[in-house]
């Protein structure tokens, strides 16, 4: 064994979280946003192919029927074994789905709708990947405790792989949700099943040996497939290697030969991974990025600024005046902010619409005039115009299969310009201008936004992520269950039982 994959072995092995509530109070939050994010993608078309395909290869019946589920919650008790087999999942079902297989499902169902959380050292999604996997493979007597823990070294080694090879990494066109996705999951299984020494680093190794995903499938549902197949092809080299003779390298991460010689050209030593090693943690800084609309998270920034900006400009004396509404009082702007008029637009009064970035941090948004929601998604131009045509992101608009030529005529009016300073990796900084038809400009520059790791999203607004799919006494059923114990499968139970697992 090489000294780097030693080093991330011992680690894997040894970290104790236990006084750690700072950590695990991260990663708590963000189960409960994954599986805000994954419940409403169950509704979706590809997401229930994806479901029917799984059950057909493996001759049985998953159930996408959410009004079955959720007349279940009306008495618990009807919940017998024949509802069971009618619904496939790992542990109280007469009809299993493989391990990897419901890895693949909840992997590119909690990332379908690009709503989970993001890290800007990973540039990309773990949450999606390990949360993913970690539910595949849990036993019945497993606890919270050690599940987060799982999740927290998996996302440490994930987030600091992803300080070591981006931005080149990114850059360069690969998508780390897919390539460094499956080496945590490696971590995270390892962790929770108290895999050590040499068997330890051949399941790492095997992980690694499947690194895939590449930037260019933003837009499609191939992005979401990443992730999906990230958790999918950890959870196999898992079940693998545990079940069959096979053996791999066990140095994978040799500096000289390794995994970041041979993906990013850069040679890696031990003291890069024990200098960054929990101190204080990838959960903490730079922290998650949590969303509460569907669309890539470098828009976020530029959204927030744009929707400062249309609110001063909807209030401002000159443009009352002109459209002759009343200037809604301060305590009425701060709780709806532009939504009290029905046919609120600004985009007839206004000239051209600047968002300004630092140099190269727009790289996510690859699309400068989508042509469907989906490319939407990863488009500042659409959620810019979408906020000034109606007073806030329309998430339907994001499902749509063809944008309007009026709508791209309006997104040609919005410019992106670098001309704001430089910031590190971790850093996120958007202005927006609009400048109207009479020569006025507003302009608004916004660094900590809602859901941002220094203004990060509440227990209330994951409540408001979960009420996009479940009624309220449901939601506070799954809170309690959450909350109030230390068994991981009786919170799955309640899960299946409110209509939010599946498969």
């Known amino acids: 064994m090489d000294s780097v994959t030693q080093t991330i072995v011992n680690y894997i092995e040894q970290t104790d979280v236990t006084n750690r509530e700072d950590l695990l109070s991260v990663a708590r939050i963000a189960f409960l946003d994954y599986l805000a994010s994954l419940a409403p993608a169950e509704d979706e078309q590809a997401v229930q192919d ?45 009809l299993n789905v493989r391990r990897a297989d419901k890895a693949l499902y909840y992997g590119f169902a909690s990332h379908y709708l690009d709503f989970d959380d993001a890290q800007a050292n990973l540039a990309g999604h773990f949450s999606t990947v390990l949360f993913s996997a970690l539910l595949a493979v849990l036993e019945p007597t497993d606890r919270w405790h050690d599940f987060f823990r799982a999740y927290i070294i998996g996302a440490e080694l994930e987030g600091i792989i992803g300080s070591l090879i981006n931005p ?124 509460v609309h569907p669309y890539c998270s ?14 001063r400009l909807y209030t401002s004396s000159s443009y009352v005046s002109k459209h002759n509404y009343l200037s809604p009082d301060a305590e009425e702007q701060d709780q709806c902010r532009l939504c ?39 488009s500042i131009e659409y959620v810019v115009y979408q906020v000034l045509a109606y007073g806030a992101v329309q998430d339907e608009l994001f499902k749509i299969d063809t944008i309007d030529q009026s709508v791209r005529d309006c997104m040609s009016r919005i410019e992106r310009v670098y001309d704001l300073p430089k910031v590190s990796q971790t850093e996120r900084i958007t202005k927006v201008t609009v400048t109207l038809k009479n020569g006025d400009a507003f302009t608004e520059t916004v660094n900590n936004p809602k859901g941002s790791p220094k203004n990060p999203l509440t227990m209330e607004d994951i409540r408001i992520k979960l009420g996009l799919t479940l009624e309220t006494k449901q939601i506070d059923r799954v809170i309690e269950a959450f909350t109030n114990t230390d068994e991981v499968e009786s919170f799955l139970q309640t899960l299946r039982k409110e209509g939010v697992l599946h498969v």
């Open 50 to 94: 994806l479901a029917r395909f799984i059950g057909t290869n493996q001759n049985t019946t998953v159930n996408q029927d959410r009004s079955t589920n959720q007349n279940k919650t009306a008495n618990q008790d009807t919940y017998t074994n024949q509802d069971k087999t009618a619904n496939v999942d790992g542990h109280d079902s007469y």
């Open 168 to 291: 080149e990494h990114r850059t360069q066109g690969w998508h780390s949700t897919g390539t460094v996705g499956v080496i945590g999951v490696a971590a995270a299984i390892g962790a929770l099943r108290g895999l050590h020494g040499e068997s330890l680093a051949q399941f790492l190794s095997l992980a690694a040996t499947q690194s895939a995903g590449m930037f260019f499938q933003s837009g499609t549902d191939g992005k979401p497939l990443h992730a999906g197949l990230a958790a999918r092809n950890g959870v196999w080299a898992y079940e693998l290697l545990q079940h069959t003779s096979l053996q791999t390298s066990t140095t994978p991460f040799d500096p000289e030969r390794g995994w970041f010689k041979t993906i990013g050209n850069i040679t890696v030593t031990s003291n890069d991974i024990t200098s960054r090693w929990l101190a204080p943690g990838q959960l903490i800084d730079p922290g998650l990025w949590m969303k």
């Open 298 to 311: 470098a828009a976020i920034c530029g959204v927030e600024a744009a929707e400062i900006v249309a609110h």
């Open 340 to 378: 009290a008029t029905p046919d609120f637009s600004l985009w007839n009064d206004i000239d051209r619409v600047t968002v300004h970035f630092p140099p190269g941090a727009d790289a996510a948004l690859r699309y400068t005039s989508p042509k469907t929601g989906r490319e939407g998604q990863f």
